[in-house]
């Protein structure tokens, strides 16, 4: 066994916790760190579905880690420890740096709030599993989840909140189909940017993205539709948008 440096003994001893210790910190955490998997992979699951960037497994491994953490945070800290929560207390900090490499400035808008807010919550959830709150975790868990489902549709129905749509219109005249194109957007007063134009053999293919409300993409749509020179038009929702 190497000796520990007496000098280094004072500055931080060693942590020597017995064989039954563990037993006894793995009995208890066993409950707390499967029920912060199930939690985390609910929310996790939902985002998969959505296809957003956190899915199932960073939000299951980010509501473990905090709940573990959580825990070795009063258990390194021991029954005479004055700061039993100083480990889980930088959970936050180290939680905010992973959220805030989800959040994107395009152009205009930013996209990945809610991505990363998500995450920021599914944190604080994992930590009230370690600290043994099974209850709140789990209401906190469905209200988490009832939010991105519900209120997020509830938004998209209401005509609350805009969403980029990429458009594709296609065609044989490329000059009257941007003629077409930009008759119907006056009428709905929107401006035409960030147009793509390709051609594949005879057929020409105009590219452009669109921000605006359910209604709005509906009515822009129609309007498309019935332009000379378009014969098919396409829509991809912009898979940044939370």
């Known amino acids: 066994m190497i000796a520990l440096d007496p000098k280094l003994a004072f500055v931080a001893p060693p942590i020597t916790i017995g064989w039954l210790e563990q037993v006894g ?21 939902e985002r998969e579905l959505a296809k957003k960037p956190a899915g199932v497994r960073t939000n299951l491994l980010i509501c473990l880690g905090a709940a573990f953490f959580t825990i070795l945070s009063s258990v390194i800290a021991g029954d005479t420890g004055s700061n039993k929560g100083q480990i889980a207390s930088n959970i936050v900090q180290g939680i905010g740096f992973l959220g ?17 807010a998500s995450i920021w919550v599914v944190a604080s959830i994992g930590m009230a ?52 194109i930009l008759a119907a957007l006056d009428k709905q007063h929107q401006r035409l940017a960030d147009v793509e134009t390709a051609s594949v053999g005879d057929l020409q293919r105009i590219v452009f993205p669109l921000n605006g409300t359910n209604r709005q993409h509906a009515q822009v749509r129609s309007q498309l539709s019935v332009q000379p020179g378009i014969t098919q038009i396409l829509s991809f929702r912009d898979p940044e948008d939370d």
């Open 100 to 116: 805030a490499g989800l959040i994107l400035h395009n152009r205009s808008r930013l996209s990945g709030l809610a991505s990363a």
């Open 25 to 45: 910190v793995v009995n208890g955490a066993v409950g707390r760190l499967l029920l912060a998997c199930l939690l985390g992979g609910l929310v996790g699951l």
């Open 129 to 180: 599993c370690g600290a043994g709150l099974y209850a709140p975790a789990s209401v906190a868990a469905g209200i988490v989840i009832v939010a991105m489902m519900v209120v997020g549709f509830l938004e998209q129905r209401v005509n609350l909140k805009p969403y980029n749509v990429t458009y594709e219109a296609r065609g044989a005249d490329q000059l009257l189909m941007l003629q077409g």
